[in-house]
């Protein structure tokens, strides 16, 4: 009869020790599980593999009142610095600082920056998307 109050015994500590164990390993890797799951952060339309002036193109083929209008769009660079714009094959004189400039949407224009201060030898040629 010891023996087997010995063995129910053993018997009860091993399933409640299991049950620990599996409520801990729960208790651990159950909020881990949710992060796998989560979706990668990419933009709703494009995974940003597409060319330049694809996304203005895409909002001006849903219709609307956008085709023809130019935004007005203004360039600040640091003090000292001369921006250019893009025209017929060349770039305009450089201007300083802040520019203002009428930008059709879903075009793609390219722009010159020179004479930035800390490095005055240094032209950079971002482009903007409207």
Known sequence: MTMVRLQRRLLATAASASVMVL???FALFLPASSLQGQE???HFQHAGVLPPGA???LKL????PL?????PVEIIAPR???VSLAREGGFTAGRPSNVVAGMMIGAVYRLRI???PGNEGVEV????EV
């Open 55 to 57: 996304i203005g193109n």
């Open 67 to 71: 085709s023809g209008y130019f935004q």
């Open 80 to 82: 000292g610095a001369r």
């Open 125 to 128: 040629f971002p482009s903007v």
């Open 61 to 64: 083929k849903q219709g609307g």
């Open 23 to 25: 409520s801990l390993a």
């Open 40 to 42: 990668p952060k990419l």
């Open 114 to 116: 020179t004479h930035i």
